[in-house]
């Protein structure tokens, strides 16, 4: 990973945003789990080293503001749709959120994606299509966290544990909450196949904002 140019300066106290689309039971739980997990980091703490913002809705306008808001992570938990235009979706299939349509809300807005890292706990959210599609969402460069294959609370449970605990270990001196996460996702990666031997289906890239978005966000 490129170390300069990346996410601004470190910072003690994080934000992670939690953005749930999938909107079911298996959903909920796996954010609850999510957010106990942050939670207990800051148990006995003088002071909060994470804050947490946590989405659940179908309004398109509410998820779309979070999808912009600034943070260190946004982290969605949702169905993986990988067909010609990569969405994120409700169990239901009530709920659908393109990228496309993300691209266009930020480009609408004058600002793109402002999370440091993006961590898109859905199926499949890793391949070229995904990549390729978020790309036109960037304000600028990010730490993207997808999957390679099928996902569900297990994989999800294991690989979050070990990318969380990883991330708020690290007191981040000399580095930026991009870096920071780029480290948390590996050692996670890394911890995942060590704990269920096997290889992680979550992979850590590097991605830049497209030439579309460059134009729309300058």
């Known amino acids: ?27 909920d739980a796996s954010m609850a789990f999510v957010q106990s997990t942050l939670q207990s980091i800051n148990a006995g703490l003088p002071e ?17 503001a979070a999808f912009t808001a600034p943070c260190d992570v946004l982290h969605v938990m ?3 749709d ?11 299939g009530k709920t659908a959120i393109s990228l496309e349509a993300i691209g266009d809300y930020s480009a609408d807005r004058g600002s793109g994606l402002n999370a440091s890292a993006v961590l898109a706990d859905g199926c ?3 391949i070229g299509a995904w990549q390729r599609a978020l790309r036109n969402c960037l304000h600028g460069e990010i730490v993207y966290i997808g999957s390679s294959a099928l996902v569900g609370w297990h994989e999800s449970t294991v690989f979050c544990s070990a990318f969380y605990g990883a991330l708020f270990r690290n007191k981040g001196k000399g580095s930026t909450p991009a870096e920071q996460a780029w480290d948390a996702a590996s050692r996670a990666i890394e911890a995942y196949a060590a704990i269920t031997d096997r290889v992680c289906p979550y992979k850590v890239m ?4 497209s030439r579309q978005a460059r134009l729309a966000f300058r």
Not at 12 to 19: A, C, E, I, K, P
Not at 206 to 209: A, S
């Open 206 to 209: 590097v991605l830049e904002p």
């Open 82 to 92: 990988h067909g010609e235009t990569p969405m994120f979706s409700s169990t239901d």
């Open 48 to 64: 909060s080293i994470v804050d947490i913002d946590f989405v659940r809705s179908r309004d398109l306008d509410t998820v779309l």
């Open 78 to 80: 949702a169905h993986g």
């Open 1 to 27: 990973m490129r170390r300069s140019g990346m996410g601004g300066t470190a910072m003690r106290n994080r934000r992670v945003s939690l953005l749930d689309i999938g909107l079911d039971q298996s959903f």
């Open 124 to 126: 499949k959210t890793g």
